[in-house]
Nanobody
Framework: QVQLVESGGGLVQAGGSLRLSCAAS????????MAWFRQAPGKERQFVAL????????YYADSVKGRFTISRDNAKNIIYLQLNSLKPEDTAVYYC????????????????WGQGTQVTVSS
């Protein structure tokens, strides 16, 4: 049974930092694309960042480029998202997802999802 479990969310002031973790289990993810999405109240789910587990190739949404960093720990099967220089508009539930497809920013292409972790940035 595939499980993606996020952690690390919380309340932070604007300009602060958080590190989100996504623990993946239940299968081998070496050929998968792993991604972070986020969803604010009343808005559609939005792509944030992805990493190809094997190659380590990364890609970011323009809105987070230069502030967020996605990485992976192959030994622990964990995906991280480092959030720096946070802004109030970064407030959302952040989801980890896995896809067998090549790198894609499209949420419907992701087969597995975590339960989400709340990030709240105060001004």
């Amino acid at each position: 049974q595939v499980q993606l479990v996020e952690s690390g969310g919380g309340l932070v002031q604007a300009g602060g930092s958080l590190r989100l973790s996504c623990a993946a289990s239940g299968r081998t993810f070496s050929s998968y694309t792993m991604a972070w999405f986020r969803q604010a109240p009343g808005k559609e789910r939005q792509f944030v960042a992805l990493v190809r587990w094997n190659a380590g190739t990364t890609y970011y949404a323009d809105s987070v480029k230069g502030r967020f960093t996605i990485s992976r720990d192959n030994a622990k099967n964990i995906i991280y998202l480092q959030l720096n220089s946070l802004k109030p508009e970064d407030t959302a539930v952040y989801y980890c997802a896995a896809a067998r497809s090549p790198a894609t920013t499209r949420a419907p292409m992701y087969e597995y999802w975590g339960q989400g972790t709340q990030v709240t940035v105060s001004s």
